[in-house]
């Protein structure tokens, strides 16, 4: 059981944020957004850093709420975090004021 407190609203953004903030967890998160699930050699391929340095990104970004891992055999299975990153979607929504919505796109003749 996690007795850890939970951060509040924005300690979670700021740690999201912070987390997307790094290029290369930001290059992780991109991959698994176009790979749905890979295990954490996929990931390492990808990448120009060592296996441990890449497992500590992984470690960042799933403390931050925004990948998941799951145990299958000896590899570990990563996706995106769907109710994080919803949630981190919902929150940045927030930023936007209600007087100006999205652009239009353009459309060309």
Not at 28 to 39: G, K, R, S
Not at 104 to 109: D, G, S, V
């Amino acid at each position: 059981m996690n007795t850890e407190p939970q951060p509040n609203d924005k300690q979670r953004l700021a740690r999201m944020l912070k987390a997307l903030g790094n290029p290369i967890r930001f290059q992780i998160v991109e991959f698994l957004a176009e790979n749905q699930m890979c295990i954490t050699n996929d990931i390492v391929r990808q990448m120009p850093l060592a296996q441990s340095t890449v497992s500590q990104h992984l470690k960042v970004l799933r403390e931050a709420g925004l990948i998941r891992g799951e145990i299958e055999g000896p590899a570990t299975c990563y996706c995106l975090d769907v109710d994080g990153i919803q949630w981190l979607k919902e929150k940045i929504g927030q930023w936007l004021p209600a007087c100006c919505p999205p652009e239009k796109p353009l459309i060309y003749l």
